[in-house]
């Protein structure tokens, strides 16, 4: 598996860099970008181990089907509640069956264990790939859109 592979579902945390890179330091001037980027996801790994818990909704697209959810962050794992299927509230057995998963998930203190350490993993490799992206990837400065800086990568 080459690294680009291995960065693919990453590409979003990238991009979110990127973006926080334009509107956090926009007083910054990005004729050397690295030392911006470096900045940005120092500013971000800062950020990560604060620990602060967050709501959001979110959209999944699965075996044709577009599901919304609400995904609270909790110190074990984010968790998630059906809020919409295909745009339609939950039919009554989805809505049941969502009932269930998330009372198993309570009731489960060896599933609720086994989230915590898969996610505990995948947040190290988030630190990881942010205290590589500014070497790993080449930012050129794009110049100025309105006070932010507009950075690609290459």
């Known amino acids: ?11 979003t945390l990238l991009g979110l860099v990127a973006f926080c890179a334009l509107s956090v330091f926009p007083q910054l001037s990005a004729q050397n ?18 620990n602060a818990l967050w709501a959001s909704q979110v959209e999944r ?6 599901y919304r959810e609400l995904e ?4 074990d794992s984010p968790v998630r509640r059906l809020l919409s299927v295909d745009g339609h509230q ?11 998963r998330l009372r198993g998930l309570r009731e489960n203190q060896k599933v609720r264990l086994t989230l ?5 993993a995948e947040e190290n490799k988030v630190d990881d790939l942010l205290r590589v992206i500014p070497d790993i990837f ?14 690609i990568s290459s």
Request: hydrophobic share 25%.
């Open 33 to 50: 970008p690295k030392p911006l980027m470096t900045d940005v996801c120092q500013n971000e790994l800062h950020q990560r181990q604060q």
């Open 72 to 75: 609270i962050d909790t110190v």
């Open 138 to 151: 080449l930012f050129q400065d794009q110049g100025k859109q309105g006070n932010l800086e507009r950075l």
């Open 90 to 100: 939950p039919s009554p057995s989805e809505q049941k069956q969502d009932d269930d």
């Open 61 to 66: 697209r699965t075996a044709g089907h577009v």
């Open 116 to 120: 915590k350490k898969n996610r505990e």
């Open 1 to 11: 598996m080459t690294l680009l592979q291995k960065l693919r579902p990453h590409c």
